[in-house]
Every structure is written in C-alpha cells, then in structure tokens.
C-alpha cells in the first residue's frame, strides 16, 4: 500500500473551525489489541488518552489531536488552532505508530526462529510503539529504570506536575530542576539533568540516533544497559534493539545476559520485535 497521506477534511482557510481530516495508510497486518494496550498502560494522565483504537495527545492548553485506527488507515483530526503543525504532527504520529515498518518483512524473518514462529503466528501484526517526543522518551525511559510500568508512569505524572505546570518539562526546566524530589534516587535524577542539558546543549538529534543515543545514555552516570537499549528501541526506532536484562525477556525466555543475545541472534535485524513478541506472551 501506498504511504501517501491523503487528506480527507482540510481545513479551508483561517475563517473556518473545522478540524483538519488525515488518513494514513497502514500496513496489514498491524495488530491493535497489542499496540494500544501498550500505550494505555503507560499514558500520563492530563497529556495524552489511549483506547481499544485511538490516541489521543493535548498539544497545549485544551487543544488535543487524536489519531483513530481504522481497518487500514489511521485518521488524524487536527484541531484549526494547530492546523500550522499538521505536517509535524504527521511525523510524530508515524514514529509513534512505527508506520513505516514492513510487517510483512519483520514476521517472514521472526518465524523462522523455531521458539518465536509460535508466538508471531499467534499475534501477527505487532509493532514497536515508538514515543511523541524524543526527549520526553527519553526522559520516560529513565523513570522506567527498575521499576515497575505502573510506578514509572506515576513518576512521569509527578514530573509534569512538579516541573511542567501539567505539560510535558521541557529540557531546560529539566536541566535546572532537582529531579530526584519526585521520589527518584538522586544519581538518576542527575542524570536526567544530564540528558536535559545536552538537550539544551546540542539539540534533540543526538536521541534520534541510536548509536549517539546509547553511547550519551553510557556515559551518564546512574544510567545502565537496559535503559540504554529500551530508549534504543522506542527513541531511538533501532529495530535490533535488545535489552537482554529486561524482566519481561529474562522471564519469557529463563536466561539472561549473553544467553538471552545468543538465543536472539537469529532474529537480527528485528530483535527489537521479537521483543514486543515475548511481552506479549507474559501478557496473553
């Protein structure tokens, strides 16, 4: 299918109200009940809303986009207040979406691993949730750090309330703030400042790159492989992401460390979805 985005509703001019209407083709199979349960279990209240088909994302003030799945195209209406950023948030929501993927090409490769073929024929279709924001992904990946989903969520709510009056900090507000008053051990809330201020420093790309990404995230004090490869896979969009310490992969599969990367070397270059598969299946 086509990656053209067709525009369906646009807006015709500044007298008007109406939202903008986008659909983006979606490549088959793209599976949803895993997806959006994925982004249901981490939204951060106030910022963002997830269902069984849709996302829902406050830009700023009461202005929201939302982004519904249907059959084989994702629809996007874009409030006429925002209607300047419809091409940035096209870009977002096709990383967020992982839109870009050949399913197809990803499962042909992941069923030939005897212990996955199961799994993928199970769930088809399933992608890797990518982030709305790179530095807000990385920061998340942080507060995810030893902990369960459910806490790291609530941290990343305490953040935005502590530092962001409800929005999302920004990466200077970060770079100033004492992190760790949120509830975090100190180190790691150092070393977001850490990533904030290179942020602030040298932009946003160095957290598009994954190997920029992995090697800053190294670097910083407080900060480990786990995190690393997490914020590699998600921020990063590394398909072959592997985060071999992960509780739900040493789970899925008995082994850890060197084990858990010798069982997934098959799948290269799509470690990264054989993941999502093994969270699923603790999940099911």
Known sequence: MSSTTHITNPAQGAETAKPTGLCLPVRQPFNASVFFSFLEGRVVPGIEVAGPNFYRRRIEGDVWIEAELAEDELRIRVPSDAAERTTEFIARLRRLFDLDTDPQAVEGHLAKHPALAPLVH???????????????????????QQVSVARATNLASALCERFGAGEFPDPQALADAEVAAIGLPGMRGRAISAIAQ???DDGVEWLEDPESLRTGFLETPGLGPWTAEYAAMRVGRDSDAFPDSD???????????????????????????????LWSSRTA
């Open 122 to 144: 199970a769930n088809p279709g399933i992608r890797v949730p990518g982030v709305w924001d790179p530095f807000e992904g990385a920061v998340r990946a942080v507060l995810g």
């Open 198 to 200: 290179r942020v602030v």
């Open 247 to 277: 509780w739900g992969v040493v789970k899925a599969l008995g082994v850890k460390g060197a084990a858990a990367r010798r069982w997934a070397e098959p799948c290269r270059p799509w470690r990264a979805y054989a993941v999502m598969h």
